[in-house]
């Protein structure tokens, strides 16, 4: 089996042993001013982290920075560098790394019959869901993605379930590990039901970054009421860090919607809600949002790539947050998701002038509100104000970027600079809870070279499975809401060409 268990927590304080606290020296922070409610950019400021929180933000003109000894504090020079918070993804599932590349052109439908947790049931073994979560949080880490919410769908037996929470406590990551409820064969909801009290009376991930959350999708269209309340009243009785749930109305008709969640009582509750997607949002599911304080999580990549759309996510950006979903087709991280989002919002809207034969005068979103999404939002809809920002008693989870490298030398606004010209190799250093996480420029897991060979010996065995698994025609109607399939218009580069998709390199 796993082996290693905690061996990976135990070394992603590196570079820091001995010291009671770190100094961040001389770099452009972008912090958050809680009184005005907005981005406060501080040049040449130095950040003080003692434990797991930000103790002090200096400035420029603050002596106090500079009469830190040595002797208890390890100061780390940050000259010309941007530090930024880490990034908020709220909505991923870490063990489908093990697909990576073989699902590049898939549809959401396809994804249903082939990839997705009912496909997946019983063909990965708990060793392969380990090394499948842990190294993609390792992946999220080096792209500057501290928290995740994990919609942990790998829950089909006892085994895949504890598995799954066992990498990511040992990833150092903060992760809300929700533990999915759903109706897998051979693997019962009373039997999750079990699992679920025996994994939270043991408290393994007590005094981790690691916390325990509820991913449940049969709260509509048509629920099991003893069901659902069941795995509600739980989340209420061990006081879960999060509840999600996939919703995707319209022709999909798996709700899920606000809506469904009212009716059960769960939604105003003092445990935040994820909607992640939430694609075809009503007028009610909105304001359900905004009079309870929930939130929806936005995944701009994935929502293009499978066919599912965002028609309505722009008009809710005060109750969203931004997410990955299956990492295993794209990007896997948050600042390709906030720079898709930033310019297909701004497409969406400059259109609505320019159908009308009209010039837009500016621009309809900001660079700043892509930012805030992207880390602030995160922690508003996980209600943890001292997530996705960098201030007086935050947690210390902070991203450091490179600025002379050659995609941001010459920059000024450092919000624009992440945003609209990083990428994730100009990320140095990455801090969870102050302990650094990746550090110039690697992983600093002692145990990720062998975590590295185990992982890809385990996809192999994935893929190989895979690849023998024919692809299934979809034809008359979905079966979860029974709207007819349609192809779409394919279209090529290639003149004369009819396949619209090519060689398949798998």
Avoid at 262 to 290: D, K
Avoid at 388 to 409: E, H, N, Q, R
């Amino acid at each position: 089996m796993r082996l290693l268990n905690t061996a990976a927590a135990l070394t992603v304080g590196a570079g820091s042993a001995g010291a009671a606290s770190i100094l961040l020296q001389g770099g452009t922070i972008v912090g958050f001013d809680k009184e005005t409610d907005s981005l406060n950019v501080i040049r040449n400021g130095s950040i003080l982290i003692t434990s797991d929180r930000i103790s002090a933000i200096y400035n420029d003109e603050d002596s106090s920075a500079r009469n830190i000894t040595h002797n208890d504090t390890e100061i780390i020079d940050v000259t010309n560098k941007i530090i930024t918070p880490g990034f908020v993804d709220t909505h991923r599932h870490g063990w489908q790394t093990g697909f990576k590349t073989i699902g590049s052109n898939t549809s959401l439908a396809e994804y249903f019959t082939r990839y997705g947790e009912f496909a997946a049931a019983g063909k990965l073994s708990p060793d392969d869901v380990y090394l499948g979560q842990l190294a993609g949080l390792y992946e999220a880490l080096n792209a500057g993605v501290t928290t995740t919410l994990d919609h942990a769908h790998h829950t089909w037996s006892n085994e895949t379930a504890e598995a799954g929470l066992e990498a990511s406590i040992d990833s150092g990551a903060r992760v809300f590990w929700s533990y999915a409820f759903h109706n897998v064969t051979n693997y019962t909801v009373s039997e999750q039901l079990a699992n679920f009290r025996n994994i939270a009376e043991s408290g393994s991930f007590h005094g981790t970054a690691t916390s325990l959350g509820v991913a449940c999708d049969f709260f509509g269209p048509d629920p099991v009421l003893e069901d659902v309340h069941a795995v509600v009243d739980l989340a209420r009785e061990f006081n879960v860090s999060v509840i999600t749930t996939h919703s995707l109305a319209g022709p999909w008709g798996i709700t899920n919607s606000p809506e469904d969640v009212h009716a059960v009582g769960a939604l105003n509750t003092s445990i935040p809600v994820v909607f992640s997607h939430a694609s075809f949002l009503t007028f009610r599911g909105a304001s359900l949002l905004r009079s309870t304080n929930q939130h929806i999580s936005i995944t701009p990549e994935s929502e293009m790539h499978y066919g599912h759309t965002h028609p309505h996510s722009h008009l809710i950006q005060d109750q969203g947050a931004l997410g990955v979903d299956t990492h295993f087709t794209f990007s896997t991280d948050i600042l390709t998701q906030a720079r898709l989002w930033l310019q297909s919002t701004r497409r969406r809207l400059y259109s609505h002038v320019l159908d009308r034969w009209r010039i837009p005068t500016q621009t309809p979103m900001t660079a700043n509100q892509a930012f805030l999404l992207a880390t602030r939002n995160g922690g508003l809809a996980l209600r943890r104000p001292d997530l996705g920002i960098i201030a007086d008693g935050a947690k210390a989870d902070l991203v450091i970027w490179d600025g002379d490298s050659p995609a941001l030398l010459g920059w000024v606004d450092p919000v624009a600079a992440v945003i609209l010209h990083a990428s994730v190799g100009d990320i140095e250093h990455v801090l969870v809870d102050g302990k650094f996480v990746k550090k110039d420029g690697r992983i600093v897991a002692q145990d990720y070279p062998e975590i590295r060979r185990r992982f890809v010996q385990s996809a192999r065995g994935i893929q190989e499975t895979w690849k023998e698994m024919s692809f299934e025609a979809l034809t008359g109607e979905f079966p979860e809401s029974g709207a007819s399939f349609e192809q779409p218009l394919k279209v090529d580069v290639l003149r004369g060409s009819e396949s619209g998709y090519g060689t398949r390199f798998v």
